[in-house]
């Protein structure tokens, strides 16, 4: 029986959004997916798409880093150059089932992790905080285990993608 992940993009733009950005943001969802089907030791969850790593704990940016998101192929690398070339400001949050059970005072870091910043474009202190994130994640969690797909929505000025992913 699978367990499920889910990815919760948030994406703008600085100017009109280009028909193709969704088709853009689907692509980096099936990328990391992907790297979830391709384990390495040592990297699970959020640690498998951003650095620093937060295997245990809460997922706290380097701000000397540009972005959190070091691509490690050339699909990716070609994926975020068209990105930051779009100049499309990509946040992301990993949630999984215990979001549903668990509660933002908590701080449970197996329920949600996240902002990290996947293109260099994306100005971090902009990106909604996690806890504002997480009743958008529960219910997400909910509709996901309840059947439903993925879906997009609207937030504080940030458009939203949420994917699921099936884990073994």
């Known amino acids: 029986m699978a367990r499920w992940l889910a990815l919760l993009v948030l994406f703008k733009v600085a100017s009109a959004q280009a028909p193709g950005d969704l088709l853009l943001i689907d692509r980096l969802n099936e ?8 384990p390495v030791p040592g990297q699970l969850g959020m640690s498998r798409i951003t650095t620093p790593s937060s295997m245990g704990k809460q997922f706290h940016a380097k701000r000397a880093n540009d972005r959190d998101f070091s691509p490690e192929n050339a699909m990716e690398r070609e994926l975020i150059a068209k990105l930051e070339e779009n100049r499309v400001e990509v946040g992301l949050y990993l949630f999984g089932t215990a979001v549903v059970r668990s509660t933002p005072e908590l701080s449970d870091y197996r329920a949600l992790k996240g ?7 994306t100005i971090r202190n902009t990106l909604p905080d996690w806890k504002v994130m997480y009743p958008v994640a529960r219910r997400a969690m909910a509709r996901l285990q309840g059947g439903g797909g993925g879906f997009e929505s609207v937030l504080a000025g940030w458009d939203i993608a949420v994917r699921p992913i099936a884990v073994e």
């Open 115 to 121: 902002p990290a910043a996947i293109t260099r474009v």
């Open 31 to 38: 990328l990391v997916a992907l790297r979830f089907r391709t």
